[in-house]
């Protein structure tokens, strides 16, 4: 594939900026551009889109979605040593890209949509990366403000989000994402291809918002799954008592066996446990 643009290649962007990887930011730098267009690729057509990226670095993605057609990216970087280096690519990109330097668990890019459709497309910093993605499935309201995530992850985070009952992985986040959202991994992407090399494989996650997902109470779902997970190797009628309701009335309701345990219920099931939770806390806890 030839060069995306005639900007210089990231190693020299690095070097003449003194762009070193902090690990304190989480930060591991793409800079092969063929695999940073394939990650923008992985979001779908970018013709005119509107897009935001979290953790541009030296703005390898940032630069492959602009290529791609990208309308406009707003780019929120919380390292004050990469705005020169994602300045330049602005300049290269007259009035498509807008630059946030802040923490993006902090800032709320919806009053700089104006009402757009916008999509996130982002090489996650690893150590917020999961913060960041139950902030965005638990936004209210719902339908939320993006059509689409397209994200980078370890894998070991990437088999936990698409996980399904009986896998190691399936938990809580697997829950979450399901309610609210259908999840896929598109590709792997080796460590090799970072600077620094994590000492893990990495993966890329498209996660596409349910448009009308299943009716439940956030706060009740986040509840029981954390019962239900945080004692998994117990059957649910031991690891649900913390609820503080009558277990087996909760169980019948939800139709889910006394005898099964958490790795074991299906989407459904924690819905309808979930539910069923509500009504007895609104009964009194019988």
């Not at 009628?237 to 299906?266: F, H, M, N, P, Y």
Request: charged fraction near 20%; aromatic fraction near 6%.
């Amino acid at each position: 594939m030839a060069a995306i643009d005639d900007l210089p290649p990231l190693r020299d962007v690095i070097r003449t900026h003194g762009l070193s990887a902090q690990k304190s930011l989480g930060q591991n730098f793409l800079l092969d551009l063929n695999l940073t267009a394939r990650i923008a690729r992985g979001s779908g057509p970018l013709e005119g889109a509107t897009v935001v990226e979290v953790g541009p670095g030296p703005g390898g993605l940032t630069r492959a979605l602009l290529a791609l057609g990208a309308k406009r990216v707003i780019a929120i970087e919380r390292d004050h040593r990469c705005i020169a280096a994602l300045n330049e690519i602005a300049a290269a990109y007259p009035g498509r890209l807008e630059i946030i330097e802040g923490d993006a668990l902090k800032v709320d890019v919806r009053p700089l949509l104006a009402g757009a459709e916008a999509r996130v497309v982002a090489n996650l910093p690893y150590n917020v990366g999961t913060q960041l993605l139950v902030g965005w499935l638990t936004s209210d309201p719902w339908p939320p403000w993006f059509s689409s995530l397209t994200l980078m992850f370890q894998r070991e985070v990437a088999e936990r989000i698409v996980a399904t009952p009986d896998d190691k992985a399936y938990g809580r986040l697997a829950v979450l994402t399901g309610w609210r959202a259908q999840a896929r991994i598109l590709f792997d992407v080796a460590p090799s291809a970072f600077v620094p090399p994590p000492k893990v494989t990495s993966s890329v996650v498209h996660v596409v918002p349910r448009a009308n997902p299943a009716p439940c109470t956030l706060k009740d779902l986040e509840r029981v799954t954390e019962a239900a997970f945080g004692q998994r190797r117990k059957m649910l009628r031991q690891s649900l008592k913390s609820l503080g309701v009558d277990t087996a009335a909760l169980l019948a309701g939800a139709d889910v066996a006394e005898t099964a345990r958490a790795e074991e219920i299906e989407l459904s099931g924690f819905l309808a446990l979930a539910n069923t939770y509500a009504d007895l806390k609104s009964k009194g806890g019988s």
